[in-house]
């Protein structure tokens, strides 16, 4: 698992690895795909397999992963060079894109809102999302709890200069949430799904009919030119991953439990949430490019972005044979 401190050492390989020769000449082919993961989903399960790997064994590529506990932080690393290709919610690529990273949609996916929430303590006196004024609530700046937050903060009339936030990593948040130091944690699955078992633990409300559950791979920019070619093929190649687990739900249940050591009963309540389907690959349809617009305005105007950004300038369409 990537810290902050070995995010920078990456950034700081990917600097030297930027010192490229004169002249304007195209750089070869890479020889290493170089991959960004957080341990769930469809890239858990390539890894696991080997999939990418076997892919591209016959070219003399070979697969590299490094693994983050959010989006921000690997997205940080991407767009400085120092990843090739990743995984995101909706927010982090706002932040890239307002800090002129070097990178580009490729793909996208879709997952279940109901996988998103907002927990507190069982025995809080929070029942309502009104209840949350003035009180402690924990999200990853950048990420995409901090859409759901602002958005559920809405629905129940705040915003969040009504609240204390506070901008704490996944692991950081949950133990801020054990030990009672926060009042409220706006999170993604598994922990919420975690959060459901937990007698400790209440849901207060799901981002459901409340936010679209769009996510998104990301490369590189300068990978992306010089490997245009490998991009559709990293896709298929994921999708085809997908679709195999999700025909063989038992067996993916089983087999990312053991990845992320989530238990098995944990792991098929979130891949049983309405419109999961770790199949669903695809480039951007118009749909993603305008949701991703529309809130990238919103943040701007709510001045959580420091700058209007124009979400299609970087987004990547494969050529046509």
Same mark, same amino acid.
Request: proline share 5%.
């Given at each position: 698992?990537?810290?902050?401190?070995?995010?920078?050492?990456?950034?700081?390989?990917?600097?030297?690895?930027?010192?490229?020769?004169?002249? &304007?000449?195209?750089?070869?082919?890479?020889?290493?795909?170089?991959?960004?993961?957080?341990?769930? &989903?469809?890239?858990?399960?390539?890894?696991?397999?080997?999939?990418?790997? #076997?892919?591209?064994?016959?070219?003399?590529?070979?697969?590299?992963?490094?693994?983050?506990?959010?989006?921000?932080?690997?997205?940080?690393?991407?767009?400085?060079?120092?990843?090739?290709?990743?995984?995101?919610?909706?927010? =982090? =690529?706002?932040?890239?894109?307002?800090?002129? &990273?070097?990178?580009?949609?490729?793909?996208?996916?879709?997952?279940?809102?109901?996988?998103?929430?907002?927990?507190?303590?069982?025995?809080?006196?929070?029942?309502?999302?009104?209840?949350?004024?003035? #009180?402690?609530?924990?999200f990853k700046r950048g990420s995409s709890?901090?859409?759901?937050?602002? #958005?559920?903060?809405?629905?129940?009339?705040?915003?969040?200069?009504?609240?204390?936030?506070?901008?704490?990593?996944?692991?950081?948040?949950?133990?801020?949430?054990?030990?009672?130091?926060?009042?409220?944690?706006?999170?993604?699955?598994?922990?919420?799904?975690?959060?459901?078992?937990?007698?400790?633990?209440?849901?207060?409300?799901?981002?459901?009919?409340?936010?679209?559950?769009?996510s998104y791979f990301l490369a590189n920019?300068?990978?992306?030119?010089?490997?245009?070619?490998?991009? =559709?093929?990293?896709?298929?190649?994921?999708?085809?991953?997908?679709?195999?687990?999700?025909?063989?739900?038992?067996?993916?249940?089983?087999?990312?439990?053991?990845?992320? &050591?989530?238990?098995?009963?944990?792991?098929?309540?979130?891949?049983?949430?309405?419109?999961?389907?770790?199949?669903?690959?695809?480039?951007?349809?118009?749909?993603?490019?305008?949701?991703?617009?529309?809130?990238?305005?919103?943040?701007?105007?709510?001045?959580?972005?420091?700058?209007?950004?124009?979400?299609?300038?970087?987004?990547?369409?494969?050529?046509?044979?």
């Amino acid at each position: 698992m990537v810290t902050r401190r070995q995010t920078l050492g990456l950034l700081g390989a990917a600097a030297a690895a930027a010192i490229l020769p004169s002249g &304007g000449k195209a750089r070869a082919a890479t020889k290493q795909l170089r991959i960004g993961w957080q341990k769930n &989903g469809v890239l858990a399960l390539a890894k696991s397999q080997g999939a990418l790997e #076997k892919r591209f064994a016959s070219r003399g590529i070979s697969v590299t992963w490094s693994e983050f506990t959010s989006g921000p932080p690997l997205l940080e690393a991407l767009g400085a060079g120092a990843l090739d290709f990743g995984p995101t919610g909706d927010v =982090p =690529p706002l932040f890239a894109q307002a800090a002129k &990273g070097n990178l580009l949609y490729v793909g996208t996916y879709r997952g279940s809102s109901a996988g998103s929430a907002i927990l507190v303590h069982a025995d809080s006196d929070i029942k309502a999302l009104a209840d949350l004024k003035g #009180k402690r609530i924990a999200f990853k700046r950048g990420s995409s709890a901090h859409n759901v937050t602002v #958005k559920l903060l809405r629905k129940g009339g705040l915003s969040l200069a009504d609240v204390t936030p506070l901008d704490l990593a996944p692991p950081d948040a949950a133990a801020a949430f054990k030990n009672g130091s926060i009042d409220a944690w706006s999170i993604w699955d598994p922990y919420t799904a975690i959060a459901q078992n937990d007698p400790q633990t209440r849901v207060l409300t799901t981002a459901e009919g409340v936010v679209d559950s769009w996510s998104y791979f990301l490369a590189n920019g300068d990978f992306t030119q010089d490997n245009g070619d490998l991009i =559709p093929e990293i896709l298929d190649e994921l999708r085809n991953v997908g679709n195999v687990a999700q025909a063989n739900f038992d067996q993916t249940v089983k087999q990312l439990a053991s990845i992320t &050591g989530v238990p098995e009963e944990i792991t098929r309540v979130t891949l049983s949430r309405r419109n999961a389907n770790l199949g669903a690959i695809s480039t951007l349809p118009d749909e993603a490019v305008a949701y991703q617009q529309s809130l990238a305005d919103e943040f701007y105007s709510l001045k959580i972005i420091p700058r209007k950004l124009t979400i299609a300038d970087i987004v990547w369409r494969p050529k046509q044979s």
